[in-house]
């Protein structure tokens, strides 16, 4: 894989490291807290897009740490928690013993330690300390010399426009997403956006879609509620309908994810390329609201040079589907975190 490949997995694929569901259960967990529809309504967090691999496009939210600097964190709809590195954390951090060793998909290791810390961005912050990973070496796992981390951790950061990871999937874990965790209770909605024109994008709160295109379900994840007692689903698995080159389309699971600046798909999806890699450019990607049905967004690869850049790789975390950023930068897409369902929509 290309460099502009493995460093699109890394950003992507994190979520795979976290697929495991947690077996925890107290008893407040399996009663739902009231969503917050109050303080949180018509809410937005703005976003920056700087760019990796030249002009690839990525968003990234202005965050803060145990009281520390103010530090940019990739915004990552495919994976849960919040994973910093711990040089950019300030004192109100209690650290444990517990280890952290996550592997991404290109064998990019991040290793460090639990802790739990407050977190606070666009003017929201959680409800006291949630749990984070602090994240003090990064380097290759075992057979993957190559990976982006092999320039170790301090050469990482400084090549990276971002600071760690900050995981809004809604999946459960031991870390979880932090707007499940805010202080006045999760949002019903949060949709994203991204603006190429204005190079800037948006966290929006409880405004759910009135009219949407498509509207596709996330099924429940193994461990049915967060540790704070609100749901959890598999939203990297949700069924989203895919077909290249204007085959009937087939709803297969998808990461609707913004932390990957590629799009991403394996095999099974109607019409893709036998061969792993790249895509051959003028190439056609279309998603669909049903099985057969039309394409209500498309990608022609290699249209926007360095952008548009699609993939054919095995991937993991249960999911045949990585939509990458594209589909962000043109539709509104909202996560239902009471209902489990992923709304696409036209701005």
Known sequence: MSSVGVRAALVSLGVTAVSVAVTCCSAFSLITPDFDTTSLNSTQVELSMPKVN????????????GGGPEVPLLVDTGSPGVRVFANQVGSEVTRTDIPVDV???????FVGIEASAPVSFGGLATKGPI????????????GKPDCVGAVGIEKFSAEQPFDGLFGIGLQAASIYSPLSQLANGSPVTFSVTADPAKGSGAISFNQHPTAPTATFDMPAWAQPR????????????????????????QCLPTAFDTGSPTLFTDT??????????????????????????PP??????????????????????????????????????????????VLVSDR
């Open 54 to 65: 030249g002009d690839r496009p990525i968003l990234t939210a202005a965050v803060t740490v």
């Open 131 to 142: 749990t984070v990973q602090l994240i003090t070496d990064v380097g290759c796992a075992e």
């Open 226 to 249: 967060m540790p704070n007692g609100y749901p959890a689903w598999a939203s990297n698995q949700a069924q989203g309908c895919w077909s290249y080159g204007g085959q009937p389309a």
């Open 268 to 293: 099974r999806v109607p019409g893709a390329p036998a061969e792993l890699g790249p895509v051959p450019e003028d190439t056609v990607v279309a998603l669909a609201a049903t099985a057969g049905g």
């Open 296 to 341: 209500i967004w498309s990608v022609r690869a290699g249209s926007t040079p360095g952008r548009d850049t699609v993939v054919v790789a095995p991937l993991d975390g249960g999911n045949n589907i990585n939509s990458g950023i594209a589909l962000f930068r043109s539709k509104l897409v909202t996560f239902d975190a009471e209902n489990g369902k």
């Open 103 to 109: 592997t991404f998909a290109d064998g990019t290791r």
